[in-house]
């Protein structure tokens, strides 16, 4: 069967379109083609009707190549046929030359544009914070870096990671806010190669960060990035201070060494679990925490008082009417909550709680004590502890042995997961070789099924400890948030089937889930990202307070504590906070804020407030508690 001639039209088209195939030559040629069929008839055009045009049909076409050649800036020369062509020639030339001139600039300018757009130029600042690496901490240490900048002129942090610079400035602009005086500066590249981390500066850097990932060589990469560092300065240059964050105790001591003697390194899991089992003792613990770390509101700052030389530090605790006094560094070493007897020597520096650096003045408060009103009677007695630990992940281990540390004859940790039971029978072994007595047991379950809670008597246990499992590879960050919404949700159906609130502790990763989470307002949510995050900021600021923060979050030192507030002071009766400092130190402790539950916990605070002045006065009742600086 014979096939169907195809039409002009389209054969046209496809000689047209084979033609365009042949390169940028035949595109060239189509085009000036066309120009000249749109010009030369229009020229024609205007000669034809110009009344004043010559009478001669030479002179009229000589005109027409006149109009066509000022038109296309191609020559207009008239006369003999080698000069028209010398004409068009020599327009040609200067056609090509202005073209190419043009085509140079322009690419070259591209060029420029899309470096800036890449990030790959270097940062000319003095004395600006450098953040290596990106994590969900890297929006917790901008923030907090732009709030401690708030009150400095000419303040930068310099952001760089193998991620695109526009990504980095919106993802920035989104979670941060605006800057405000702080200047935000992205860089793109691989944080590993000295020669991209020259382009931060880091040889004038004020201080250099570097941030953990959630990944399987996380650590290894820490390492390889404080490596790359040290390589990146120049041969007489120092290394800059150095705070950084690693997951494994493993890697600490390599992290250690690579960061220099300036160095501060974190172990961000042994931080979150310490956190987590503080906050499962006593709940509304990291509502204190979250105070203490966030630049928004009141942090510890070291301060020097000579007029405070030869006396004794318990007369300290009452010589602030703003701030709150919780310790001294003396020789570099800190020392919390000392013995109230111990002499302040001229060099020694003081650790207070205070709204700012400059907000710490003397004021004698011992006037403002009302010895009346302090309880007299003893601490009620610590007793045995049952703790219910539903899911496991990689900081369960660190958790059981906290729990362990300070475990109350008869104390018992129950864990409900579906992991292998040899996994949590090592911890089980080690528990029985340290001799603590802490008994733990393994239900074998899915914490997301509400039939596996059902079978637990949740409401017998003293706090409930919620965690993600780690994520995947290949899995998003925060995926095991997910899981842990699911088990919350199904612990809330539990409290209004019985009307009993649980005393519940929640790790999340991503801070956005907070707002999702079926928990109280006032619930203990630890997000652990965000608390390495909040504290490298601090430490970024002044590293000396990490020795501070390492006793103050330790299990065996002194730590944050919450007391009944009738241990301190007789409930129902009105007095000033001075009265609860003066009965703190009685006790050998040092008093910094309380919680109130008189009404709903509302509020960013609910309920807590730190670093109260001393002259404050308030009804204290018999739910409310203390904020103390002491041991367990």
């Known amino acids: 069967m014979a096939q169907p001639r195809a039409r002009f039209g389209d054969r046209a088209r496809y000689w047209f379109d084979s033609t365009l195939t042949r390169g940028a030559s035949a595109l060239v040629g189509w085009m000036a083609l066309l120009c000249l069929a749109v010009v030369v008839p229009a020229s024609a055009v205007l000669v034809w009707t110009d009344p004043d045009a010559p009478a001669s049909l030479t002179d009229r076409f000589a005109q027409v190549w006149r109009l066509t050649g000022e038109t296309l800036r191609l020559g207009g020369s008239t006369g003999t046929p080698l000069r028209a062509t010398l004409s068009l020639l020599l327009a040609l030339v200067a056609l090509l030359y202005v073209s190419t001139l043009v ?30 690496g990106w994590s969900e901490q890297v929006f917790t240490v901008v923030g907090e870096l732009v709030a401690a900048n708030a009150n400095q002129r000419r303040a930068a ?24 005086r702080t200047r935000l500066i992205c860089r793109s590249g691989p944080t590993t190669d000295p020669a991209v981390i020259g382009l931060t500066s880091p040889e004038t850097a004020g201080v250099v960060l570097v941030m953990p990932h959630d990944e399987p060589d996380a650590d290894a990469e820490v390492v390889k990035t404080l490596l790359a560092l040290r390589a990146a300065l120049p041969g007489d240059a120092a290394l800059p201070p150095v ?9 600490r001591l390599a992290a250690r060494l690579a960061a220099g003697p300036g160095g501060v390194i974190l172990e961000s899991d042994t931080v979150t679990a310490r956190l ?42 009452l010589s602030y009417p703003t701030s709150s006094v ?7 070493t800190p020392l919390l909550n000392p013995p109230e007897q111990t002499p302040l020597a001229p060099d020694d520096l003081l650790v207070v709680i205070s709204r700012d650096d400059d907000t710490a003045w003397l004021g004698d408060c011992a006037e403002l004590v009302e010895k009346g009103a302090m309880a007299s009677g003893p601490p009620a007695p610590a007793r045995a502890e049952r703790v219910l630990l539903l899911g496991w992940n990689r900081r369960a281990p660190l958790m059981i042995d906290q729990l362990r540390r300070r475990a109350r004859p008869g104390s018992s940790v129950d864990v409900v997961a579906d992991e292998d039971e040899a996994t949590v029978r090592q911890v089980d072994e080690a528990d029985a070789h340290g001799g603590t007595g802490l008994a733990l047991t393994l239900h074998h379950g899915d914490v997301t099924r509400p039939e596996t809670l059902r079978r637990l008597d949740i409401h017998s246990y003293d706090s409930v400890i919620v965690l993600g499992r780690d994520p995947a590879p290949g899995q998003p960050p925060d995926d095991p948030d997910n899981r842990t919404l699911v088990t919350l949700l199904l612990l809330r159906q539990l409290e209004e089937a019985t009307g009993r609130e649980l005393p519940v502790v929640t790790e999340l990763i991503d801070d956005r889930n907070r707002a ?6 006032g619930a203990d949510v630890i997000i652990s990202g965000k608390l390495v995050g ?22 065996d030192g002194t730590g944050v504590r919450l007391r009944p ?7 129902g009766c009105e007095t000033s906070f001075a009265t609860v400092v003066a009965a703190a130190r009685r006790r050998g402790e040092c008093a910094i804020g309380y919680r109130s539950h008189d009404g709903p916990p509302t509020g960013p605070g609910h309920g807590v407030r730190v670093n109260p002045p001393k002259a404050e006065r308030r009804r204290w009742t018999a739910t409310d508690e203390v904020v103390v600086i002491g041991e367990d």
């Open 534 to 555: 909040l504290l490298m900021a601090q430490i970024s600021q002044n590293r000396h307070l990490a020795a501070v923060f390492e006793e103050l979050f330790s299990a």
């Open 243 to 251: 705070v950084a964050a690693v997951r494994d105790d493993r890697y």
């Open 276 to 317: 987590i089992v503080q906050a499962a003792r006593r709940p509304g613990l990291s509502l204190v925490h979250r105070e203490l770390l966030d630049f928004a509101g009141d942090e510890f700052y070291l301060i020097a008082e000579p007029a405070l030389a030869g006396r004794p530090f318990g007369d300290a605790l």
């Open 103 to 132: 085509g140079l600039i322009t690419t070259a300018l591209t060029e420029r544009l899309t470096a800036l757009r890449r990030g790959r130029s270097t940062v000319l600042e003095q004395g600006h914070a450098v953040v290596l």
């Open 326 to 332: 919780v310790g001294m560094v003396r020789s570099g």
């Open 565 to 571: 507030a009738a241990d301190y002071v007789l409930p």
């Open 516 to 521: 999702l989470a079926p928990i109280s307002p």
């Open 157 to 180: 942090v310099a952001v760089l990671a193998d991620r695109d610079k526009t990504a980095m400035e919106e993802a920035l602009s989104t979670k941060v806010g605006p800057g405000g």
